[in-house]
């Protein structure tokens, strides 16, 4: 991804595109992994391990 700043991001993909799509689904599972490793749901170790936190 060559994007400098945010306002880049949006012009590039703009809402409804499939890379903005991707992009965000993926950032949001690792905000998700994170919440849960946090509130320990779910193994620091185990995280790693899985190779999640490369």
Do not use: W
Not at 2 to 12: N, T, V, W
Not at 21 to 45: Q, Y
């Amino acid at each position: 991804m060559d994007i400098d700043d945010y306002p880049q991001f949006k012009d590039r993909y703009p809402r409804g595109s499939t890379e903005r799509r991707k992009f965000t689904t993926v950032c949001n599972f690792f905000e998700l992994a994170g919440v849960f490793v946090l509130r320990g749901h779910l193994s620091e170790d185990l995280f790693f391990d899985m190779g999640f936190g490369l």
